[in-house]
């Protein structure tokens, strides 16, 4: 119960954090979209049992968003410019291999980290991991090698 409430508050600061000011009818909109967010929420993890169980090395690979973000940054930038001067997009769906962990939800965690880790940075764009062969199936802006962090993930 107390979890409750503590989401339920932090939703409300959220609210109040958005709309930028503190008014009795702000207040009571936040009140009920908090409310329904937390009935949402409730219910969806009544209805599918979700379970998140990643390796430590895994989550560690954070270490690497912020240079994937630099580097992808700059991408975009050439884009941009080769776009702007009339000159045709290199954009291309690509695909990467990457070999499943063992145990679903093992697995479902090492997918949901690629998808993250690999779509953060504004070069590319995960579509879909192929839950059995394991296939990433992904779209770049410009051409580039497979960021490390795919082959890190790996069983």
């Known amino acids: ?8 508050a932090i939703f409300l600061g959220l609210w ?3 709309v930028f000011q503190i008014s009795l009818s702000e207040l009571i909109a936040g009140i009920v979209a908090s409310a329904a967010t937390l009935f949402a929420a409730w219910k969806m993890l009544r209805t599918v049992p979700t379970c ?9 690979q954070v270490w690497r968003i912020p240079g994937m973000i630099c580097t992808d940054i ?3 930038v ?4 080769r776009r702007a001067s009339g000159r045709p997009s290199r954009s291309s769906f690509e695909t ?14 090492q997918r949901a980290l ?3 880790l690999f779509s953060i940075a504004p070069n590319s764009v995960v579509l879909r991991i192929d839950a059995q062969t394991g296939e990433v199936l992904f779209h770049q802006l410009e051409p580039a090698p497979v960021p490390e962090v795919l082959r890190s993930l790996e069983a």
């Open 78 to 81: 050439k884009h941009l410019i």
């Open 16 to 18: 109040l954090l958005f």
């Open 52 to 60: 998140f169980e990643p390796r430590a090395r895994w989550v560690a």
């Open 114 to 116: 690629a998808t993250l």
């Open 74 to 76: 700059w991408l975009l």
């Open 1 to 8: 119960m107390i979890g409750l409430v503590a989401a339920g």
């Open 96 to 109: 990467a291999p990457l070999r499943p962990a063992k145990g679903q939800c093992r697995a479902a965690s």
